[in-house]
């Protein structure tokens, strides 16, 4: 193969101008004392230009192609499905609803207090018993953590929670848990006392939230119930 490299340099004799190698003394046609010196010729460097890794697998007409574009249809598909179903998951909690079905309220009564204690006052507290329902309506199942229900009764907060325990939901399915709630008298305001001592009525608000990673979602329910043995009908 031809090499530029492998040639010998000559140059002319400053006399008669005939060429003469590179090294000799004199010339070789008319005995002209020559000197040169050896040129230093630069070897060209040849650079790769760098490439994407890529895997090749036989095609069917014998060939090869290659599967830098496969996998990354597949990474994205892979990235399509789980952003599907994270926004499938954020619509079905959306929709997630909780019933609260208060089945007895009653108060709890100090029969041992004083004769000359007043009816209202021998009232200790508010026991209320029932069982919340979970109903997921849309069409992807939900994991519901254990979750604490903050409670007001008529407007006031109680420092006792309604605590419920994890459970999954399938799709278009309820699922039921027993609830029960104890609350003290000094959490009671004077508006549910009446009731719980002349029978009536008595309105409960109840907050859910529902931990979801980076935020949580909440839901307000409000439940009338009556009670279902005021203080009266012990004393009747």
Not at 95 to 106: D, G, H, M, R, V
Not at 111 to 138: D, H, M, Q, W
Not at 154 to 182: D, F, Y
Request: with cysteine.
């Amino acid at each position: 193969m031809y090499n530029p490299l492998n040639m010998q340099q000559t140059l002319p004799c400053p006399k008669c101008g005939a060429q003469n190698a590179i090294g000799q003394q004199f010339c070789g046609t008319c005995g002209e004392k020559v000197q040169y010196k050896a040129r230093t010729i630069s070897k060209r460097r040849t650079w790769l230009k760098p490439t994407t890794l890529s895997w090749s697998t036989p095609s069917v007409n014998g060939g090869y192609h290659t599967t830098t574009g496969c996998l990354a249809l597949i990474v994205i598909s892979l990235l399509l499905l789980v952003g599907a179903q994270a926004g499938f998951a954020t619509y079905g909690y959306s929709q997630l609803q909780a019933s609260f079905q208060i089945e007895q309220c009653s108060p709890e009564i100090d029969f041992a207090a004083k004769s000359g204690v007043s009816a209202i006052n021998r009232i200790t507290g508010l026991l209320a018993e029932g069982a919340v329902v979970f109903t997921n309506p849309s069409f992807a199942p939900l994991y519901i953590p254990a979750m604490n229900h903050e409670v007001a009764i008529e407007g006031k907060k109680c420092r006792n929670l309604i605590q419920t325990r994890a459970t999954a939901v399938a799709p278009s399915s309820s699922v039921s848990q027993s609830i029960s709630l104890e609350i003290s008298s000094h959490d009671l305001p004077e508006l549910a006392l009446h009731p719980l001592a002349n029978g009536g009525t008595i309105h409960i608000t109840i907050v859910s939230r529902l931990p979801l990673g980076d935020y949580s979602l909440t839901k307000t329910t409000q439940v009338q119930t009556s009670v279902s043995k005021p203080l009266s009908s012990y004393t009747r």
